[in-house]
Antibody
Framework: QVQLVQSGAEVKKPGSSVKVSCKAS????????ISWVRQAPGQGLEWMGR????????NYAQKFQGRVTITADKSTSTAYMELSSLRSEDTAVYYC???????????WGQGTLVTVSS | EIVLTQSPGTLSLSPGERATLSCRAS???????LAWYQQKPGQAPRLLIY???SRATGIPDRFSGSGSGTDFTLTISRLEPEDFAVYYC?????????FGQGTKLEIK
């Protein structure tokens, strides 16, 4: 059973960047695909991107291409999502999720609220 | 990117009734890599169905998924009070995953 613990809530100014961490325990980190999903207040789920730690390859949604960077540190079983050029519309809860699609394994972090406000 | 369109937007039913939720893709979903999630207020999403029709661990058998290509369905055979929530489909058959906009299942 994998547990994902995310970093705490953040308040950021427009134009700045935020970096959210997601530390995994209880599983083989490199075996999972780590995705980042966000949810604005009262809105649906929005997939931002993913990384496969064993390959070090990241893919991003077109909407966030050039503004988001997802990395993974296998030595600490921690994934990171950095979003730059923040605007008010980026205010949301950001989730990390670890999955092995073929096996139906799917674990989520507790979510990190990022508030962008001047 | 593959666009997923869910219908209806809101479904009003009573406990004990059958729920049918639809998810249509803008192009064929590779290898039926289609998942369904349930989300309740203040909680992270919970995986119900993967591979279009396989139930995730611990999911009751009243939940079933079907479909292939561009048309997928989540069926809840007999609604329990705890099933009223928002449901999302997600495709993971391409390198860029996408979610549908969600269907809210509410008590009638």
């Amino acid at each position: 059973q994998v547990q994902l613990v995310q970093s705490g809530a953040e308040v950021k100014k427009p134009g700045s960047s935020v970096k959210v961490s997601c530390k995994a325990s209880g599983g083989t980190f490199s075996s999972y695909t780590i995705s980042w999903v966000r949810q604005a207040p009262g809105q649906g789920l929005e997939w931002m991107g993913r990384i496969i730690p064993i390959l070090g390859i990241a893919n991003y949604a077109q909407k966030f291409q050039g503004r988001v960077t997802i990395t993974a540190d296998k030595s600490t079983s921690t994934a990171y999502m950095e979003l730059s050029s923040l605007r008010s519309e980026d205010t949301a809860v950001y989730y990390c999720a670890a999955s092995i699609a073929a096996a139906g394994e799917d674990y989520w972090g507790q979510g990190t609220l990022v508030t962008v406000s001047s | 990117e593959i666009v997923l369109t869910q219908s209806p937007g809101t479904l009003s039913l009573s406990p004990g009734e059958r729920a049918t939720l639809s998810c249509r893709a803008s192009q064929s979903v590779s290898s039926s890599y289609l998942a369904w999630y349930q989300q309740k207020p203040g909680q992270a999403p919970r995986l119900l169905i993967y591979g279009a029709s396989s139930r995730a661990t611990g999911i009751p058998d009243r939940f079933s998924g079907s479909g292939s290509g561009t048309d997928f369905t989540l069926t809840i055979s007999r609604l329990e009070p705890e099933d009223f929530a928002v449901y999302y489909c997600q495709q993971y058959g391409s390198s860029r995953y996408t979610f549908g906009q969600g269907t809210k299942l509410e008590i009638k």
